[in-house]
């Protein structure tokens, strides 16, 4: 259908102000990226040995500053995304940032980078948790990006324990949506699934959607995701449980969208890395403590907490490699280790505990 005059007219006049508007926002943006380029400069000049040239405290200021300055009809998280990327190129002029993740490809830990250093940082894939520790470690790559929550891939003591032998900081957290969908190759014949492959973690979060829809079909559980979306190349009876963004890499289709029984199913991940972050103004801390097996260690480890009034966002207990009578705990909490609050309550609890390891402060999740 063609437009008509009235309304030819009208788009004419929007895309010329559209053109108009595009053009000063290029120029703004360059304007931007130069001063980065200085910041970089800045930066070099003052500073010997390796230049921390990726600040996460203020990329999370700068992001929660474009939510608070948005009056619509943006939301406030798609404002904040279209600045995570003018930032992430901004970063990318000044120093290339190389990302590895947890992989292969397709898997909700390689959104998770994407989502928090913006599609200018180059991410890489490595096959195990380990192997992103190690790679940090041995400067290979500037940060890494682990599931630490990990309500689908079902890997968080894998990377709580990899703490315990690393003095690897963490620089930030990235907080997913997880969305399931049931996706088939071009060759599947949708009526005849009678295989379904997804990690045996996703398989349970869809398990009642699966009993609705494909009550007799066989629920295979692989490695990853990603991997249940790349068997599929050549089956016709098989269908993947996986994100979107396996579909894309593995040229399938979708047949139904969104099907976890929960809909607000969310996954946690933390960046790796050696540098400590200055306060962003809303930050949590995560702490390593080991602690004798005594009665009542708990609680008297988490007085102090209580007395200065610190909200925990997380405890977990992890058996120690060392010591048989030991425990380790994972604690994460509210606040930065610069306030003297903190500073306070932590040296409070070091005095009750064998070990207090301080694994790092970060900017709350903005995103
Ligand atoms: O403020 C800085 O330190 C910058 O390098 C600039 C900038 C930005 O583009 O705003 C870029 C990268 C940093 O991670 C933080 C912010």
């Not at 970063?91 to 947890?102: D, S």
């Not at 250093?117 to 190690?134: C, K, L, N, T």
């Amino acid at each position: 259908m063609s437009d008509t005059h009235n309304e030819r007219e009208q788009l004419l006049a929007l895309r010329d102000r559209i053109d108009e508007i595009d053009a000063t926002i290029g120029k703004l943006i360059s304007e931007r990226a130069g001063c980065a380029q200085k910041v970089a400069e800045v930066k070099s000049a003052s500073t010997e040995g390796d230049v921390l040239f990726y600040r996460p405290e203020r990329e999370a200021q700068v992001l929660r500053k474009a939510m608070e300055r948005n009056e619509g009809p943006l939301s406030d998280e798609e404002m904040a995304r279209l600045f995570r990327e003018i930032m992430s190129a901004c970063l990318a002029l000044e120093r290339p940032i190389k990302v590895a993740y947890l992989g292969p490809e397709g898997t909700f830990t390689q959104q998770a980078a994407q989502k928090h250093f913006g599609a200018s940082a180059v991410a890489m894939p490595f096959s195990a948790i380990d192997e992103v520790f190690r790679e940090v470690e041995a400067g290979a790559v500037n940060y890494g990006v682990v599931p630490v929550e990990n309500s689908t891939e079902g890997v968080v003591s894998h990377t709580l324990d990899n703490f315990m032998n690393s003095n690897l900081k963490i620089c930030g957290e990235v907080e997913l949506r997880v969305h399931h969908n049931l996706m088939v190759s071009s060759v599947t014949d949708v009526k005849s699934i009678s295989r379904i492959y997804s990690h045996g973690q996703s398989l349970a979060q869809c398990r009642k959607w699966l009993d609705a829809h494909y009550p007799k079909a066989e629920r295979i559980a692989v490695s990853s995701n990603a991997e249940a979306a790349r068997r599929l190349k050549g089956e016709w009876n098989a269908a993947a449980i996986a994100p979107e963004k396996a579909a894309e890499l593995y040229d399938l289709q979708v047949v139904s969208e969104k099907i976890e029984d929960q809909p607000d199913n969310s996954t946690r991940f933390l960046i790796i890395g050696t540098q400590a972050v200055p306060a962003s103004g809303v930050d949590k801390t995560s702490l390593l403590i080991a602690m004798r097996n005594q009665p009542g260690a708990l609680h008297n480890l988490l007085a102090p907490f209580h007395a200065h009034d610190i909200d925990l966002t997380r405890v977990e207990t992890r058996p120690s490699r060392s010591g048989v009578w030991t425990y380790v705990f994972f604690v994460d909490f509210t606040g930065h280790v610069d306030d003297p609050v903190i500073r306070a309550t932590l040296d409070e609890v070091s005095a009750r505990v064998s070990d207090l390891k301080i694994l790092g402060s970060y900017p709350k999740a903005v995103l």
